[in-house]
């Protein structure tokens, strides 16, 4: 059972898909992330045999905003080859005017030991990339 307990996948509603295929697409074909379905309402990004997915919630759903810190969700992190990969990203995403988060502390927000970015998509998710050296 070699997949056994591998993610198969995660889907995340979002409040303006639009806003989030604009941010989420640049990041996870960064990665290596293929695209991998796309319909009206969501699209799907790939990466060996897991996947995330992104749906527009419904309407009616839009009165109450996602925040972190409330139950579910809280981050989503990705592993990065390098040191350097996370400093790239960081100056990439500065370039999109992405705010990186607890900028004082950065790249090591997470810790002495911890080589990290952290910085938050359209609706307010935690998305961190951290060295793997």
Known sequence: MAKHGII?????YVSNLEKTIEFWNWLLTKLGYD??????KGISYKLLD????FVQTEDK???IE??????????I???????KAVDDF???LKEKKVTIL?????PYAGGKNYYAVFFEDPDRIKVELVASD
Do not use: C, M, P
């Open 35 to 40: 695209k991998y379905q796309e319909w009206d």
């Open 90 to 92: 960081t100056n990439q």
């Open 8 to 12: 198969h996948h995660i889907e995340i």
């Open 102 to 106: 607890y900028s004082a502390k950065h």
């Open 66 to 75: 996602y925040h972190r810190k409330r139950t579910g969700l809280n981050h």
């Open 77 to 83: 992190a990705f592993h990065v080859e390098s040191r």
């Open 61 to 63: 759903y839009l009165d």
């Open 50 to 53: 897991s996947y995330l997915v």
